[in-house]
Protein backbone atom coordinates (compact mmCIF):
# COMPACT_ATOMS: atom_id res chain seq x y z
CA UNK A 1 0.00 0.00 0.00
CA UNK A 2 1.48 3.09 -0.98
CA UNK A 3 1.24 6.31 1.65
CA UNK A 4 1.22 9.80 -0.16
CA UNK A 5 2.56 12.81 1.30
CA UNK A 6 0.61 15.59 1.64
CA UNK A 7 -0.13 17.42 -1.90
CA UNK A 8 2.33 20.86 -1.00
CA UNK A 9 3.79 21.91 -4.23
CA UNK A 10 5.45 17.99 -4.62
CA UNK A 11 3.47 14.63 -5.34
CA UNK A 12 6.52 12.49 -4.21
CA UNK A 13 5.12 8.99 -2.81
CA UNK A 14 7.17 6.21 -1.08
CA UNK A 15 6.42 3.07 -3.00
CA UNK A 16 6.00 0.35 -0.21
CA UNK A 17 6.66 -2.51 -2.63
CA UNK A 18 9.42 -1.20 -3.92
CA UNK A 19 11.10 -0.26 -0.30
CA UNK A 20 10.13 -3.69 1.01
CA UNK A 21 11.25 -5.72 -1.72
CA UNK A 22 15.12 -3.38 -1.24
CA UNK A 23 14.65 -4.74 2.44
CA UNK A 24 14.05 -8.20 1.70
CA UNK A 25 17.24 -8.45 -1.23
CA UNK A 26 19.56 -6.88 1.01
CA UNK A 27 18.52 -8.62 3.61
CA UNK A 28 19.50 -12.16 1.79
CA UNK A 29 23.28 -10.76 2.34
CA UNK A 30 24.65 -12.15 5.12
CA UNK A 31 21.65 -14.38 5.76
CA UNK A 32 21.74 -16.57 8.41
CA UNK A 33 20.37 -20.35 9.00
CA UNK A 34 18.08 -18.60 11.26
CA UNK A 35 16.33 -16.14 9.21
CA UNK A 36 18.90 -12.93 10.95
CA UNK A 37 21.27 -10.86 9.28
CA UNK A 38 25.04 -11.70 9.79
CA UNK A 39 26.98 -8.14 8.48
CA UNK A 40 29.91 -7.44 10.20
CA UNK A 41 31.69 -4.04 9.29
CA UNK A 42 34.14 -4.10 6.52
CA UNK A 43 33.23 -8.04 6.02
CA UNK A 44 32.86 -9.50 2.69
CA UNK A 45 28.95 -9.62 3.61
CA UNK A 46 29.63 -5.52 3.83
CA UNK A 47 31.26 -5.09 0.83
CA UNK A 48 28.31 -7.04 -1.00
CA UNK A 49 25.74 -4.50 0.46
CA UNK A 50 27.69 -1.38 -0.42
CA UNK A 51 28.15 -2.92 -3.90
CA UNK A 52 23.94 -3.16 -3.96
CA UNK A 53 23.38 -0.05 -2.62
CA UNK A 54 25.76 1.82 -5.15
CA UNK A 55 24.08 0.15 -7.82
CA UNK A 56 20.87 1.36 -6.30
CA UNK A 57 22.01 5.05 -5.96
CA UNK A 58 23.37 4.71 -9.45
CA UNK A 59 19.95 2.95 -10.96
CA UNK A 60 18.11 6.59 -8.95
CA UNK A 61 20.59 9.13 -10.42
CA UNK A 62 22.62 9.85 -7.58
CA UNK A 63 25.98 11.18 -7.98
CA UNK A 64 27.70 8.69 -5.64
CA UNK A 65 31.13 9.29 -3.83
CA UNK A 66 32.70 7.40 -0.42
CA UNK A 67 35.29 9.10 1.64
CA UNK A 68 38.07 8.27 3.31
CA UNK A 69 36.13 5.82 6.03
CA UNK A 70 34.01 3.97 3.65
CA UNK A 71 30.91 6.32 4.49
CA UNK A 72 28.72 6.14 0.85
CA UNK A 73 27.33 9.14 -0.09
CA UNK A 74 24.47 9.05 -3.20
CA UNK A 75 23.09 12.58 -4.04
CA UNK A 76 20.94 13.74 -5.80
CA UNK A 77 20.64 17.95 -6.93
CA UNK A 78 18.67 20.57 -5.90
CA UNK A 79 17.62 23.90 -7.85
CA UNK A 80 20.34 25.55 -5.96
CA UNK A 81 22.94 22.80 -6.58
CA UNK A 82 25.54 25.44 -4.36
CA UNK A 83 23.12 25.31 -0.92
CA UNK A 84 24.23 22.77 1.72
CA UNK A 85 22.75 19.74 1.24
CA UNK A 86 19.71 17.84 3.39
CA UNK A 87 21.21 14.84 4.26
CA UNK A 88 19.57 11.22 5.31
CA UNK A 89 20.50 7.62 6.19
CA UNK A 90 22.00 4.91 8.58
CA UNK A 91 24.49 2.02 8.29
CA UNK A 92 24.19 -1.22 6.62
CA UNK A 93 26.69 -3.20 9.27
CA UNK A 94 25.09 -5.72 11.64
CA UNK A 95 26.11 -7.02 15.02
CA UNK A 96 26.77 -10.59 14.83
CA UNK A 97 23.51 -12.30 15.63
CA UNK A 98 21.34 -9.19 13.91
CA UNK A 99 17.93 -8.49 12.23
CA UNK A 100 17.03 -7.14 8.88
CA UNK A 101 16.28 -3.73 9.51
CA UNK A 102 18.45 -2.24 12.33
CA UNK A 103 20.45 0.10 9.98
CA UNK A 104 19.38 -0.91 6.69
CA UNK A 105 15.69 0.42 7.37
CA UNK A 106 17.11 4.25 7.37
CA UNK A 107 19.65 3.42 4.58
CA UNK A 108 16.80 1.96 2.31
CA UNK A 109 14.33 4.38 3.10
CA UNK A 110 16.36 7.41 2.29
CA UNK A 111 17.02 5.52 -1.35
CA UNK A 112 13.29 4.98 -1.73
CA UNK A 113 12.78 8.85 -0.83
CA UNK A 114 15.02 10.16 -3.61
CA UNK A 115 13.34 7.15 -6.01
CA UNK A 116 10.27 8.53 -5.08
CA UNK A 117 11.46 12.26 -5.90
CA UNK A 118 13.10 10.72 -9.45
CA UNK A 119 9.62 9.04 -10.45
CA UNK A 120 7.63 12.49 -9.42
CA UNK A 121 10.59 14.16 -11.17
CA UNK A 122 10.39 16.40 -8.17
CA UNK A 123 13.38 19.40 -7.57
CA UNK A 124 13.94 20.39 -4.32
CA UNK A 125 15.51 23.82 -3.83
CA UNK A 126 18.26 21.84 -1.68
CA UNK A 127 20.22 19.21 -2.44
CA UNK A 128 19.62 15.46 -0.39
CA UNK A 129 21.82 13.17 -0.05
CA UNK A 130 21.87 9.75 1.14
CA UNK A 131 24.18 8.70 3.65
CA UNK A 132 25.23 4.79 4.46
CA UNK A 133 27.70 5.38 7.57
CA UNK A 134 30.90 2.68 7.94
CA UNK A 135 30.31 0.83 11.22
CA UNK A 136 27.61 1.88 13.34
CA UNK A 137 27.94 -1.04 15.20
CA UNK A 138 30.97 -0.83 16.70
CA UNK A 139 31.22 -5.03 17.30
CA UNK A 140 33.91 -5.89 15.13
CA UNK A 141 35.83 -2.16 15.30
CA UNK A 142 35.08 -0.79 18.67
CA UNK A 143 33.73 1.85 19.15
CA UNK A 144 30.47 2.57 17.95
CA UNK A 145 29.49 5.48 15.22
CA UNK A 146 33.45 5.43 14.67
CA UNK A 147 33.14 6.39 10.75
CA UNK A 148 30.35 8.96 11.55
CA UNK A 149 32.23 9.91 14.73
CA UNK A 150 35.49 10.77 12.47
CA UNK A 151 33.68 13.02 9.82
CA UNK A 152 32.09 14.97 12.92
CA UNK A 153 35.51 15.54 14.63
CA UNK A 154 35.00 12.74 17.70
CA UNK A 155 37.97 10.77 16.26
CA UNK A 156 40.73 11.14 14.34
CA UNK A 157 40.96 8.63 11.13
CA UNK A 158 43.94 7.10 12.67
CA UNK A 159 42.38 6.29 15.70
CA UNK A 160 39.61 4.64 13.19
CA UNK A 161 42.04 2.69 11.09
CA UNK A 162 44.50 1.55 14.17
CA UNK A 163 40.85 -0.09 15.11
CA UNK A 164 41.75 -4.30 15.45
CA UNK A 165 39.10 -6.88 15.71
CA UNK A 166 39.17 -10.11 17.21
CA UNK A 167 41.65 -11.67 14.67
CA UNK A 168 43.84 -8.45 15.07
CA UNK A 169 42.99 -7.51 11.26
CA UNK A 170 42.79 -3.31 11.45
CA UNK A 171 40.11 -1.30 10.23
CA UNK A 172 42.18 0.60 7.97
CA UNK A 173 43.11 -2.91 6.29
CA UNK A 174 39.90 -4.05 6.30
CA UNK A 175 38.76 -1.05 4.44
CA UNK A 176 41.22 -1.34 1.76
CA UNK A 177 40.71 -4.79 1.50
CA UNK A 178 37.06 -4.45 0.37
CA UNK A 179 37.64 -1.44 -2.35
CA UNK A 180 36.03 1.12 0.20
CA UNK A 181 38.70 3.29 0.74
CA UNK A 182 37.68 6.73 -0.10
CA UNK A 183 38.57 10.47 -0.25
CA UNK A 184 38.46 12.74 2.41
CA UNK A 185 37.44 15.33 0.51
CA UNK A 186 34.44 13.64 -0.37
CA UNK A 187 33.67 13.13 3.47
CA UNK A 188 30.10 15.13 4.45
CA UNK A 189 31.42 19.03 5.43
CA UNK A 190 27.95 20.43 6.15
CA UNK A 191 24.47 19.68 6.21
CA UNK A 192 21.73 21.93 6.18
CA UNK A 193 19.78 18.89 8.29
CA UNK A 194 20.15 15.11 9.01
CA UNK A 195 16.99 12.92 9.29
CA UNK A 196 17.60 9.27 9.89
CA UNK A 197 14.62 7.04 10.43
CA UNK A 198 15.68 3.83 12.51
CA UNK A 199 13.22 1.03 14.13
CA UNK A 200 13.43 2.02 18.02
CA UNK A 201 14.74 -1.39 19.08
CA UNK A 202 12.52 -1.46 22.60
CA UNK A 203 9.02 -1.88 23.31
CA UNK A 204 7.60 1.68 23.86
CA UNK A 205 5.72 2.79 20.29
CA UNK A 206 4.35 -0.83 20.91
CA UNK A 207 3.40 0.01 24.50
CA UNK A 208 1.88 3.09 23.97
CA UNK A 209 -0.01 2.18 20.37
CA UNK A 210 2.35 5.38 18.58
CA UNK A 211 2.63 5.02 15.02
CA UNK A 212 5.97 6.78 14.74
CA UNK A 213 8.17 8.10 17.36
CA UNK A 214 9.68 11.61 17.24
CA UNK A 215 13.53 11.04 18.89
CA UNK A 216 14.44 13.92 20.80
CA UNK A 217 17.74 12.33 21.61
CA UNK A 218 20.08 9.85 21.91
CA UNK A 219 20.99 8.88 25.61
CA UNK A 220 24.48 8.44 27.49
CA UNK A 221 26.70 5.10 26.49
CA UNK A 222 29.48 4.53 28.43
CA UNK A 223 31.62 0.87 27.32
CA UNK A 224 34.51 -0.65 28.75
CA UNK A 225 36.71 -3.21 30.10
CA UNK A 226 36.90 -4.92 33.77
CA UNK A 227 39.95 -7.53 33.98
CA UNK A 228 40.13 -9.54 36.48
CA UNK A 229 43.12 -11.58 37.65
CA UNK A 230 43.08 -14.40 40.05
CA UNK A 231 45.38 -17.40 40.24
CA UNK A 232 44.39 -20.21 38.02
CA UNK A 233 44.81 -23.73 40.04
CA UNK A 234 44.23 -27.12 39.08
CA UNK A 235 40.39 -27.52 39.76
CA UNK A 236 40.73 -31.09 41.62
CA UNK A 237 43.25 -30.73 44.77
CA UNK A 238 43.35 -27.06 45.12
CA UNK A 239 41.02 -26.26 48.34
CA UNK A 240 38.07 -24.10 47.59
CA UNK A 241 39.48 -22.04 50.57
CA UNK A 242 43.04 -21.50 48.98
CA UNK A 243 41.10 -20.55 45.39
CA UNK A 244 41.33 -17.02 44.04
CA UNK A 245 38.90 -17.85 40.90
CA UNK A 246 38.89 -15.18 38.41
CA UNK A 247 35.73 -16.47 37.07
CA UNK A 248 33.88 -16.53 40.05
CA UNK A 249 34.94 -13.06 41.02
CA UNK A 250 34.09 -12.01 37.94
CA UNK A 251 30.11 -13.49 37.88
CA UNK A 252 30.00 -11.50 41.08
CA UNK A 253 30.64 -8.36 38.94
CA UNK A 254 28.23 -9.06 36.20
CA UNK A 255 24.82 -9.82 38.90
CA UNK A 256 26.32 -6.63 41.26
CA UNK A 257 25.69 -4.56 37.69
CA UNK A 258 22.20 -5.71 37.47
CA UNK A 259 21.98 -5.04 40.56
CA UNK A 260 22.87 -1.33 39.79
CA UNK A 261 19.70 -1.22 37.43
CA UNK A 262 17.73 -1.48 40.55
CA UNK A 263 19.79 1.00 42.29
CA UNK A 264 19.56 3.57 39.70
CA UNK A 265 16.47 3.76 38.05
CA UNK A 266 17.47 4.20 34.62
CA UNK A 267 20.54 2.96 34.28
CA UNK A 268 21.24 0.21 31.91
CA UNK A 269 24.33 -1.97 32.50
CA UNK A 270 25.30 -5.13 30.15
CA UNK A 271 28.07 -7.46 30.32
CA UNK A 272 28.29 -8.89 26.53
CA UNK A 273 31.33 -10.01 26.29
CA UNK A 274 33.26 -12.45 28.65
CA UNK A 275 36.94 -13.90 28.04
CA UNK A 276 38.06 -16.75 30.30
CA UNK A 277 41.73 -18.04 30.47
CA UNK A 278 42.76 -20.37 30.26
CA UNK A 279 39.35 -21.36 29.10
CA UNK A 280 40.17 -25.19 30.19
CA UNK A 281 37.87 -27.69 32.12
CA UNK A 282 40.31 -28.64 34.84
CA UNK A 283 41.34 -24.86 35.71
CA UNK A 284 40.64 -22.65 37.76
CA UNK A 285 40.12 -19.67 35.53
CA UNK A 286 42.99 -16.95 35.94
CA UNK A 287 41.75 -14.28 34.14
CA UNK A 288 38.36 -12.84 33.10
CA UNK A 289 37.96 -10.24 30.66
CA UNK A 290 34.02 -8.44 30.66
CA UNK A 291 33.22 -6.02 28.48
CA UNK A 292 31.00 -2.88 30.35
CA UNK A 293 28.00 -1.41 28.68
CA UNK A 294 26.34 1.53 30.81
CA UNK A 295 23.39 3.60 29.68
CA UNK A 296 21.69 6.71 30.89
CA UNK A 297 19.57 9.87 29.86
CA UNK A 298 21.96 12.16 31.82
CA UNK A 299 25.38 12.77 32.18
CA UNK A 300 25.12 12.45 36.02
CA UNK A 301 23.23 9.55 35.82
CA UNK A 302 25.63 8.09 33.71
CA UNK A 303 28.26 9.21 36.02
CA UNK A 304 27.37 7.92 38.69
CA UNK A 305 26.94 4.38 37.05
CA UNK A 306 30.80 4.68 36.35
CA UNK A 307 31.64 5.65 39.92
CA UNK A 308 29.62 2.82 40.87
CA UNK A 309 30.63 0.33 38.93
CA UNK A 310 34.00 1.07 40.17
CA UNK A 311 32.83 0.80 43.58
CA UNK A 312 31.44 -2.82 42.96
CA UNK A 313 35.38 -3.61 41.46
CA UNK A 314 37.00 -2.77 44.35
CA UNK A 315 34.85 -4.38 46.69
CA UNK A 316 34.91 -7.62 44.73
CA UNK A 317 38.70 -7.56 44.86
CA UNK A 318 38.79 -7.31 48.07
CA UNK A 319 36.17 -9.86 48.83
CA UNK A 320 37.46 -12.14 46.34
CA UNK A 321 41.44 -11.42 46.91
CA UNK A 322 41.45 -10.92 42.82
CA UNK A 323 42.81 -7.75 40.68
CA UNK A 324 39.97 -5.88 39.45
CA UNK A 325 41.09 -3.26 36.28
CA UNK A 326 38.27 -1.36 35.40
CA UNK A 327 38.86 1.13 32.86
CA UNK A 328 36.36 3.11 30.44
CA UNK A 329 37.43 3.45 26.62
CA UNK A 330 34.55 4.87 24.89
CA UNK A 331 31.77 7.67 26.38
CA UNK A 332 29.13 9.44 24.33
CA UNK A 333 27.52 11.50 26.21
CA UNK A 334 23.99 12.42 25.66
CA UNK A 335 23.06 14.20 22.97
CA UNK A 336 19.52 16.20 22.61
CA UNK A 337 18.58 16.77 18.99
CA UNK A 338 17.45 19.65 16.79
CA UNK A 339 14.08 21.72 17.29
CA UNK A 340 13.39 22.74 13.92
CA UNK A 341 14.35 18.93 12.65
CA UNK A 342 11.87 17.10 15.14
CA UNK A 343 9.32 19.61 14.23
CA UNK A 344 9.85 19.26 10.30
CA UNK A 345 9.19 15.45 11.55
CA UNK A 346 6.61 15.93 13.47
CA UNK A 347 4.76 18.15 10.66
CA UNK A 348 5.55 15.59 8.26
CA UNK A 349 3.66 12.39 10.91
CA UNK A 350 0.80 14.80 11.44
CA UNK A 351 0.01 15.62 7.72
CA UNK A 352 0.08 12.05 6.86
CA UNK A 353 -2.12 11.18 10.03
CA UNK A 354 -0.06 9.20 12.17
CA UNK A 355 -0.20 9.02 15.77
CA UNK A 356 3.63 10.10 17.44
CA UNK A 357 5.31 9.86 20.71
CA UNK A 358 7.85 11.66 21.37
CA UNK A 359 10.67 9.90 23.22
CA UNK A 360 14.80 9.08 23.58
CA UNK A 361 16.50 6.74 22.38
CA UNK A 362 18.34 3.83 24.43
CA UNK A 363 20.70 2.95 21.34
CA UNK A 364 23.53 4.92 19.61
CA UNK A 365 23.26 6.08 16.35
CA UNK A 366 25.36 7.91 14.11
CA UNK A 367 22.72 10.83 14.16
CA UNK A 368 24.58 11.25 17.47
CA UNK A 369 27.77 12.41 16.27
CA UNK A 370 25.90 14.49 12.82
CA UNK A 371 23.77 16.52 15.93
CA UNK A 372 27.00 17.55 17.36
CA UNK A 373 27.84 19.25 14.38
CA UNK A 374 24.92 19.93 12.41
CA UNK A 375 21.14 20.02 13.12
CA UNK A 376 20.02 16.43 13.23
CA UNK A 377 17.36 14.34 14.17
CA UNK A 378 15.34 10.86 13.80
CA UNK A 379 12.71 9.48 13.61
CA UNK A 380 11.44 5.87 14.94
CA UNK A 381 8.69 3.13 13.63
CA UNK A 382 7.69 0.24 15.96
CA UNK A 383 9.85 -3.24 16.67
CA UNK A 384 7.42 -5.82 17.25
CA UNK A 385 8.00 -6.89 20.94
CA UNK A 386 10.31 -4.42 21.21
CA UNK A 387 13.36 -7.03 19.85
CA UNK A 388 16.66 -6.08 18.18
CA UNK A 389 20.35 -7.54 18.00
CA UNK A 390 17.99 -10.39 17.45
CA UNK A 391 17.71 -12.75 14.19
CA UNK A 392 13.92 -12.20 15.38
CA UNK A 393 13.65 -8.78 14.65
CA UNK A 394 10.96 -7.50 13.03
CA UNK A 395 9.12 -4.62 11.79
CA UNK A 396 5.92 -4.81 9.44
CA UNK A 397 6.08 -3.38 5.92
CA UNK A 398 3.27 -0.96 6.94
CA UNK A 399 5.22 0.65 9.52
CA UNK A 400 8.39 0.69 7.48
CA UNK A 401 6.23 2.33 4.75
CA UNK A 402 4.70 4.64 7.30
CA UNK A 403 8.52 5.46 8.29
CA UNK A 404 9.78 6.39 5.15
CA UNK A 405 6.58 8.46 4.01
CA UNK A 406 7.76 10.41 7.65
CA UNK A 407 11.37 10.50 6.02
CA UNK A 408 10.33 11.71 3.33
CA UNK A 409 7.38 14.66 4.18
CA UNK A 410 10.26 15.42 6.82
CA UNK A 411 13.29 15.53 4.32
CA UNK A 412 11.01 17.71 1.41
CA UNK A 413 10.13 20.03 4.23
CA UNK A 414 13.81 20.70 5.22
CA UNK A 415 15.08 20.78 1.37
CA UNK A 416 12.67 22.95 0.31
CA UNK A 417 14.49 26.51 1.47
O1 LIG B 1 25.39 0.03 20.75
C1 LIG B 1 24.45 0.60 20.23
O2 LIG B 1 23.62 1.17 20.92
C2 LIG B 1 24.30 0.64 18.73
O3 LIG B 1 23.52 -0.46 18.34
N1 LIG B 1 25.59 0.59 18.08
MN1 LIG C 1 21.40 0.79 14.35
MN1 LIG D 1 22.47 -1.89 16.28
Redesign the pocket.
Known sequence: MALSTRRMATTAVINGERLWSALMAMAEIGRTPAGGVRRLALSDEDRRARDLLVEWLREAGCAVRVDDLGNIYGRRDGDDAGATAVVCGS?LD??PT?GRF??VLGVLAALEAVRAMRDADLRTHRPVEVVCWTN??GVRFAPAMLASGVVCGRFTVDEAYAARDQDGRTFGEELRRIGYLGKPEHRMRSAAAYVELHVE?GPTLEEEGAQVGIVEGVEGISWGWADVTGRAAHAGPTPVGDRRDALVAASRIVLALRALCAELPGVRATVGRCEVVPNAINVIPGAVRLSTDLRARTADLLATASRRLEEVCAAVARDDRVEVRAREFWQSPPTPFHPAVLSAVADAARDLGHTTLRLWAG??HDAKYVADRHPAGMIFVPSSGGL??NEAEWTSKDDCVRGASVLLGAVLRLAAA
Open positions: HTVGDGEEQAGSH
